[in-house]
């Protein structure tokens, strides 16, 4: 049986392949393409953990809701203006005077505050008429636990608590996607060998199957669960481009207000601190109120770590003569952190990247549409493909005709 949280996922693939077809113009390959996929993967992956965080239809990618789209631009300025403070001296004097990217910034998380309230309060009026069914998302769980007076909250908290979840699981996913996309076109033996997978593993070899409502019964938690090759790809994708390039430490040390507040972002944006003097297992002396990074970015390339082959794309290094999928130590593969502030959503976002991957991968062949382009990575919080990605596709079944 596909599980809620499959169905949901799926109908997110599905919608990202109605505008990969127009998008891409996938008839007509030659035709100008008007929206970068990086950009439809993030639209779609908002839509997704939306729905998962709030239980609600934010449709960015299909554009209904122009409240929503506005939401989503909102969340992304906010989190490239916030980024700022790190370089801008005078961020507080701008913010004081209410000038520049400070003003922006200010308007951003107004808009933000207002859409996400505007949701809570549409969602907490369900869940306080009884008859409405029980819902399996972050937020009804907060909200159960409200009503029943199992637990009291600040609203601003609870709207903390869900908007650190967005904000987690959005461009992370998206992102590494986008990589992922560009390593499989690198390199299309790795593309073809995971459509043979989803076709053994996902449709058992039965038949061929033409209908993605179809295709879409047949994921369930076993048969995510048996792609080994296609989650060696998605790790292998997350060493060479981790979603978090750069990281700091937790293992004896706290953080300094991971809650929002009304400066919620510039929260969100501060580090981790060692809460009391301790010497780390290199020997290195570290005193409180220290803040120390680690660059999974940097981790993932190390032949020390890989061997010589590190920098090259090679998903077999985490199959065993099986093909049976061997993860290593967290504190070597570090993309996730880890330790007691490990991700929270590692698991979750393992799904949905798999079954985007499994959809979009058995029904369409990808191609970079410049071969000979080099791509970089944007300097963000999170890693992303400077100046989006760019793909052709072409439909297998159209191709096997
Ligand atoms: C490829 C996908 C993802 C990667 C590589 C990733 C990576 C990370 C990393 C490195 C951290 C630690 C950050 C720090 O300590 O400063 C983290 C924390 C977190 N992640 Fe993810 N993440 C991903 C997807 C997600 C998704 C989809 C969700 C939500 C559904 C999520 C929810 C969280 C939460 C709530 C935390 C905070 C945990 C805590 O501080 O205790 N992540 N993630």
Same mark, same amino acid.
């Given at each position: 049986?596909?599980?809620?949280?499959?169905?949901?996922?799926?109908?997110?693939?599905f919608?990202?392949?109605s505008?990969t077809?127009i998008?891409?113009d +996938?008839f007509m390959?030659k035709?100008?393409?008007?929206?970068?996929?990086q950009?439809?993967?993030?639209?779609?992956?908002?839509?997704?953990?939306?729905?998962? =965080?709030?239980?609600?239809? +934010?449709?960015c990618?299909?554009?209904?809701?122009?409240?929503?789209v506005?939401?989503?631009?909102?969340?992304?300025? =906010?989190n490239?203006?916030?980024?700022?403070?790190?370089?801008h =001296?005078?961020?507080?004097?701008?913010?004081?005077?209410?000038v520049g990217?400070?003003?922006?910034?200010?308007?951003?998380?107004?808009?933000i505050d !207002?859409?996400?309230y505007k949701v809570?309060?549409?969602?907490? #009026?369900?869940i =306080?008429?009884?008859?409405?069914?029980?819902?399996?998302?972050?937020?009804?769980?907060?909200?159960?636990?409200?009503?029943n007076?199992?637990t009291?909250m600040?609203?601003r908290?609870?709207?903390?608590?869900?908007?650190?979840f967005?904000?987690a699981?959005k461009?992370?996913t998206a992102g590494?996607?986008?990589?992922?996309?560009?390593?499989?076109?690198k390199d299309?033996?790795?593309?073809?060998?995971?459509?043979?997978?989803?076709?053994?593993?996902?449709l058992?070899?039965?038949?061929?199957?033409?209908? *993605?409502v179809?295709?879409s019964r047949?994921? #369930?938690?076993?048969?995510?669960?048996? +792609?080994?090759y296609?989650?060696?790809s998605?790790?292998?994708?997350?060493?060479?481009?981790?979603?978090?390039?750069?990281?700091?430490?937790s293992?004896?040390?706290?953080r300094?207000?991971?809650i929002?507040? !009304?400066?919620? *972002?510039v929260r969100?944006?501060?580090?981790?601190?060692?809460?009391s003097?301790?010497?780390?297992p290199?020997? %290195?002396n570290v005193s409180k109120?220290?803040?120390?990074?680690?660059?999974? %970015?940097?981790?993932?390339r190390?032949?020390?770590?890989?061997?010589?082959?590190a920098?090259?794309?090679?998903?077999e290094?985490?199959?065993?003569? !099986?093909?049976?999928?061997?993860?290593?130590?967290?504190?070597? *593969?570090v993309?996730f952190?880890?330790g007691p502030?490990i991700?929270l959503?590692?698991e979750?976002a393992?799904?949905?990247?798999?079954t *985007?991957?499994?959809?979009?991968l058995?029904f369409?062949q990808?191609?970079?549409?410049?071969? !000979?382009?080099v791509?970089? %990575?944007?300097t963000?919080a999170?890693?992303?493909?400077?100046?989006?990605? %760019?793909?052709?596709v072409?439909?297998r079944?159209?191709?096997s005709?």
């Open positions: 049986m596909p599980t809620p949280m499959s169905s949901s996922i799926c109908r997110q693939a919608s990202l392949i505008h077809l998008n891409f +996938l390959p035709t100008k393409l008007r929206e970068p996929q950009d439809l993967l993030m639209k779609s992956t908002m839509d997704s953990i939306f729905k998962i =965080a709030f239980g609600f239809e +934010l449709d990618l299909g554009g209904s809701n122009q409240e929503a506005e939401f989503a631009e909102a969340l992304d300025t =906010a490239e203006f916030t980024l700022l403070r790190y370089v =001296a005078f961020w507080r004097i701008m913010r004081f005077l209410g990217t400070e003003a922006a910034l200010k308007k951003n998380l107004k808009v !207002e859409f996400v809570m309060d549409i969602r907490f #009026n369900q =306080a008429n009884a008859h409405q069914e029980k819902r399996d998302d972050i937020l009804s769980k907060f909200l159960e636990e409200i009503k007076q199992k009291t600040d609203t908290y609870l709207r903390d608590i869900i908007l650190s967005v904000i699981g461009d992370t590494s996607l986008a990589w992922f996309f560009y390593l499989i076109c299309p033996s790795v593309q073809e060998k995971i459509h043979q997978e989803v076709k053994r593993v996902v058992l070899e039965t038949k061929e199957c033409t209908d *993605f179809e295709f047949n994921i #369930n938690d076993e048969s995510i669960n048996n +792609l080994h296609l989650h060696a998605l790790t292998e994708t997350l060493r060479l481009f981790p979603a978090v390039p750069l990281v700091s430490l293992a004896t040390i706290s300094n207000g991971t929002f507040n !009304e400066n919620s *972002f969100l944006q501060e580090n981790k601190v060692c809460f003097d301790d010497i780390l290199g020997g %290195y109120g220290d803040i120390v990074f680690f660059q999974p %970015y940097a981790m993932g190390m032949e020390y770590l890989w061997g010589e082959d920098q090259s794309f090679r998903p290094r985490w199959l065993d003569d !099986e093909g049976i999928f061997q993860p290593e130590s967290p504190f070597k *593969f993309a952190q880890a502030r991700c959503g590692r979750f393992y799904r949905q990247m798999k *985007f991957a499994a959809v979009l058995y369409f990808f191609k970079l549409s410049d071969e !000979e382009k791509v970089h %990575y944007k963000m999170t890693l992303r493909i400077d100046q989006g990605l %760019y793909l052709q072409s439909s079944q159209r191709t005709e």
